[in-house]
């Protein structure tokens, strides 16, 4: 578990690819699927949260933001 302050981008983010910051990294959040496509012309310049809906809730990918 990561205790960190978020918050929402703005729309000038948003138009970067970017949906929201946790602490003062921003982040793109996708969908697992996302990952799994290789031929995506989308660029995301930023570090990307991955989640997969599962039975009992969410699943949440981080790894890139934890070093």
Known sequence: MI???????QPGDEAKGIDGYIGTIPVSIKPEMYRLKQALSESIDVV???YAKTKGGIRI?????IH
């Open 61 to 65: 990918d981080m790894s890139q933001l």
């Open 3 to 9: 205790n960190a302050k978020y918050q929402m981008a």
């Open 48 to 50: 990307i949260v991955y």
